[in-house]
């Protein structure tokens, strides 16, 4: 089974940048989907992004796709959401999870979750 760790968070001025990385051990991926997810105190988890393993198809949440990328990190078992003009309602716990099945925007649909990294944008 997949173990998956994030990293990359951190505190960061509005209109800036961040780098998350969601790295897996234990196996390789093969077919999977792997996600990005977000959740504020309070908040239902919301979906971000995913991408195949083969990385032949990409999914992005409309409300972050002109500002957010994901991506394969050079061949290696990680899985990166560039994250550009960041603004403090992007404040959050993120997360990245497998796909078990279903629909690629629910968070029902994943498993494996990682601990999460913190954002925090400032004003």
């Known amino acids: 089974q997949v173990q998956l760790v994030e990293s990359g968070g951190g505190l960061v001025q509005a209109g800036g940048s961040l780098r998350l990385s969601c790295a897996a051990s234990?196996?390789?991926?093969?077919?999977?989907?792997v996600g990005w997810f977000r959740q504020a105190p309070g908040k239902e988890r919301e979906f971000l992004a995913a991408?195949?393993?083969?990385?032949?198809?990409?999914y992005y949440a409309d409300s972050v796709k002109a500002r957010f990328t994901i991506s394969r990190d050079n061949g290696k078992n990680t899985v990166v959401l560039q994250m550009n003009s960041l603004k403090p309602e992007d404040t959050a716990a993120y997360y990245c999870?497998?796909?078990?099945?279903?629909?690629?925007?629910?968070?029902?649909?994943?498993?494996?979750w990682g601990q999460g990294t913190q954002v925090t944008v400032s004003s």
């Open positions: 999870a497998a796909l078990t099945g279903g629909d690629v925007t629910h968070s029902k649909s994943y498993g494996n």
């Open positions: 991408i195949t393993w083969n990385g032949a198809r990409t």
């Open positions: 234990g196996r390789t991926f093969s077919s999977f989907i």
